[in-house]
């Protein structure tokens, strides 16, 4: 059984950093996998926000967070990171970790694991 566990989220203030981790467990092909993290604010859709695929070179970031939020993976630990800095109020949301086979995608219906979600408050 696949199990994705993020770490707590927090109440932080603007230009604060923070940083999210998941943990993977159940899951074999976890090194060739595509780790994805999406966010939802509320009465909105769920938002890709950053994936990594296996090889490590391969990252994308949705526009909104590109500059500021660093996805890394360590698979010796089969586990993702979200480094958040300079966080902003629009940043307000429920996290979501997610995998995939290989291959970035954007898409959350293209991610058959999730994790069950980490709050993050960004206070203006």
């Known amino acids: 059984q696949v199990q994705l566990v993020e770490s707590a989220g927090g109440l932080v203030q603007a230009g604060d950093s923070l940083r999210l981790s998941c943990a993977a467990s159940?899951?074999?092909?976890?090194?060739?996998?595509?780790m994805a993290w999406f966010r939802q604010a509320p009465g909105k859709e769920r938002d890709f926000v950053a994936a990594?695929?296996?090889?490590?070179?391969?990252?994308y970031y949705a526009d909104s967070v590109k500059g500021r939020f660093t996805i890394s993976r360590d698979d010796a630990k089969n586990t993702v990171y979200l480094q958040m800095n300079s966080l902003k109020p629009e940043d307000t949301a429920v996290y979501y970790c997610?995998?995939?086979?290989?291959?970035?995608?954007?898409?959350?219906?293209?991610?058959?694991?999730w994790g069950q979600g980490t709050q993050v408050t960004v206070s203006s």
């Open positions: 990594i695929a296996w090889s490590t070179t391969n990252i």
């Open positions: 997610a995998a995939r086979g290989p291959g970035i995608l954007t898409s959350s219906a293209n991610y058959p694991y």
């Open positions: 159940g899951r074999t092909t976890f090194r060739t996998d595509t």
